[in-house]
């Protein structure tokens, strides 16, 4: 049995230590580097909208840079749930980005190539007797888990709910004592120096029907709905249908991620905007918008595809516009977009 890694993305950070530094001890310091101050306001640069999954995301960061987290255990667990495009797996790329000045300096596995059981190989090893099971092979790489000793190393289990039962319960030791020893036998890899994040769509659709269900209603009686019934309620017991108590019970901290509302759409497409003019910085251009071309991307949001419904418009129907401007004028740095008769036009 062979077990392909195409679910696996990798950076590695810089080589890992677990030995702790005697003098940093003596005097109080964490030897944890980075700056949950500063980490967060990246955060919250970029992630709108979802104040109380990052004020979690605070305490969170720092109860690690204390660095008195229990020494048998990851540094700290925590599952993201919410719809598409609120910002989940973005949240662990710009924490990667704050910490190691590179988004994609994290290990992440997409559960939804682990669907069928069979797949366990994938995080445990080959158990002996099949291909790959001498060499201790499994889905992850030591270095990027391990971090170093300055660094935390970030794990993130993307689209949790899509892998088979029999993988999620591989994960379970995992959170239990940051250790996975291989089935060969060959190999133990140690994720007690490493923050692991999940996310998960789980429980948001039904969520969503639960809005659709009552959004005609008279708002006060929404309310009276929402207080005894909220939409997290909704998604737990979804939550405590798919994964075993047992599971759940390994999790520090569950994160519930809101649906994008339209008071956040003007600064999402800003910061869409800041992506793309980054994108053309090193060709030296810049491309700015119109209020009207703004208010175009307002218009008809559907907020169950969240921000990357935004960054989808962007790049299906403006950037073709920009990239014909750009190559019929090569000589121009700077691009003014304006929408009108329902069309992008370069002023």
Do not use: W
Request: proline share 4%; hydrophobic share 35%.
């Amino acid at each position: 049995m062979s077990v392909e890694n195409a679910a696996i993305h990798i950076v590695k950070p810089t080589t890992s230590t677990h030995s702790r530094s005697e003098k940093d001890r003596s005097l109080g310091k964490s030897r944890f580097h980075f700056e949950p101050k500063t980490v967060m306001q990246h955060l919250r640069k970029h992630i709108i909208g979802q104040e109380k999954a990052l004020d979690e995301i605070s305490k969170m960061l720092h109860v690690v840079k204390a660095d008195f987290s229990p020494p048998d255990k990851p540094l700290s667990v925590t599952l993201m749930l919410g719809p598409t495009g609120v910002g989940k797996t973005e949240t662990v790329r710009l924490i990667a980005e704050a910490i190691y000045e590179q988004a994609d300096a994290f290990c992440r596995i997409d559960m939804n190539t682990l669907a069928q059981e069979h797949y366990t190989a994938a995080i445990t090893g080959a158990p002996p007797g099949y291909v790959g099971s001498k060499e201790g092979h499994s889905l992850f790489d030591e270095t990027a888990i391990a971090g170093s000793h300055t660094r935390p190393g970030i794990v993130l289990f993307d689209e949790l709910e899509k892998a088979s039962t029999e993988v999620i319960r591989g994960l379970m030791n995992i959170l239990d004592t940051g250790k996975l020893s291989l089935t060969a036998g060959t190999k133990t890899i140690d994720f007690r120096n490493c923050m692991i994040f999940m996310t998960s769509n789980i429980g948001a659709q039904a969520a969503q029907q639960y809005l659709e269900k009552i959004q005609f209603l008279p708002k006060k009686i929404q309310n009276v709905f929402l207080k005894h019934v909220p939409t997290q309620t909704i998604i737990e017991k979804v939550m405590y249908r798919k994964f075993d108590p047992e599971f759940l019970n390994r999790i520090d901290r569950t994160l519930h991620y809101q649906a994008v509302q339209s008071d956040a759409l003007p600064r999402l497409v800003e910061i869409e905007f800041e992506k793309l003019n980054q994108r053309l910085l090193h060709q030296k251009r810049t491309v700015h918008l119109t209020d009207s071309a703004k208010a175009y991307f307002y218009q008809d949001h559907d907020i169950r595809f969240g921000a990357r419904h935004l960054a989808r418009k962007i790049r299906t129907e403006l950037e073709p516009v920009l990239a014909i401007y750009f190559l019929n004028h090569p000589e121009n740095n700077d691009a003014r977009i304006d929408y009108y008769n329902t069309e992008f036009h370069v002023l």
